[in-house]
């Protein structure tokens, strides 16, 4: 079975400092990537998405991850967090023309103003 | 704009009962999901519908079942709850073009 993760459970940041969450997933072939954020008290929304073309994809509010192919990896980065990202993020992964998702098991990013 | 809504936001329920939640989407989506979230285990599937009438196991069915009569509604079901299905519960629908999930708001389920 396919896993995602997610080895940053809890980050605690200053504002304008830089951010970099990891995600690796297992599954070897093509791969759909994502990654969601759900801020407090709020249903989780899509940040970015990555199918195919350019590895490095920018997503909203400042918000870009890597895929890097060789290193089943698609980290998340923001050069410079504001409070306002405090939020839970996940990364999730699936496979073209399949059903399932999987997602890893979260990072609360906590930005301290 | 896709609308998932859920139809409790919170529900409190005693041991035993049989437990009804609802997910309705207004996108025509064919694909529909329920998960639950607990705190360091991520989203895990419960059940998907890949269309009307159609279901498919997830990684976690044990004491759900599901229903999907119609295309915008998917129900989750609990036969007979128990302590260690208190939980939040996501719904989600997947558009089949952009493979995009839409998460509804949730509901925050307590068994007693």
């Known amino acids: 079975a396919q896993s995602v993760s997610q080895h940053n459970h809890h980050v605690i940041l200053s504002e304008a400092a830089s951010l970099e969450l990891g995600c690796n997933y297992s599954?070897?072939?093509?791969?759909?990537l994502f990654w969601y954020v759900q801020y407090p008290g709020q249903h989780l929304q899509l940040l970015l998405k990555?199918?195919?073309?350019?590895?490095l994809v920018k997503g909203i509010k400042g918000f870009e991850a890597e895929f890097i192919k060789s290193k089943f990896s698609f980290n998340l980065r923001k050069p410079s967090v504001q409070w306002s990202d405090t939020a839970e993020y996940f990364c999730?992964?699936?496979?073209?023309?399949?059903?399932?998702?999987?997602f890893g098991s979260g990072t609360k990013l906590n930005v301290k103003p | 704009d896709v609308k998932v809504t859920q139809s409790s936001r919170y529900l409190v329920k005693r041991t035993g009962e049989k437990v009804f939640l609802e997910c309705v989407q207004d996108m025509d989506h064919e694909n529909m999901f329920w998960y639950r979230q607990d705190p360091g285990l991520g989203l895990r599937l419960i059940y998907f519908?890949?269309?009307?009438?159609?279901?498919e196991k997830g990684d976690i069915p044990e004491g759900y079942s599901v229903s999907r009569e119609k295309k915008e509604r998917f129900s989750l079901i609990l036969e007979s709850a128990s302590t260690n299905q208190t939980s939040m519960y996501l719904c989600a629908s997947r558009s089949t073009v952009n493979y995009e999930q839409y998460f509804g708001p949730g509901t925050r389920l307590t068994v007693t």
């Open positions: 990555y199918f195919s073309g350019d590895p």
């Open positions: 599954y070897g072939g093509t791969v759909n």
């Open positions: 999730a992964v699936t496979r073209p023309n399949f059903n399932k998702f999987y």
């Open positions: 519908s890949y269309d009307v009438k159609m279901k």
